[in-house]
């Protein structure tokens, strides 16, 4: 398997190290795991609000970056190339996060939109 689609499966596993974060920073109990969704979007703007929206925001960016890598593959691009863009896309993606948590919203629009540029990069690669 290649670093890239390594990198798939870690795209699939980043919102849940913040939906972690917002709920291990607000207090989440057992019993609120009755209606987590529910608790989530009750939650004050905070970092834990904050967490949750970049969990959101995440899941939202997985399906795109997923076909850039599955679709880079099958056009043959330079492995290296793929490897490098995934791997980018990752790191931009965890600093999304941090950015987003600690409610920095210049460089959490920066890091957005380089990702962004990691995925069309990735179909470009392809082409």
Known sequence: MTIAYWCVLAAILLPYVWTLTAKLSSGFRPRDNHVPREYLDRLPVGPAKRAHW??????????????????AH?????????DALALAFIGLRLAYGFFY????????SLVWMAGLGCIVALFFAAA
């Open 54 to 71: 970049a969990q959101l925001n995440t899941f939202e960016s997985t399906p795109g970056f997923m076909a850039a890598v599955i679709v």
């Open 74 to 82: 099958q056009a043959g691009a330079a492995q290296a190339t793929i």
């Open 101 to 108: 948590v600690a409610d920095q919203a210049m460089l959490r």
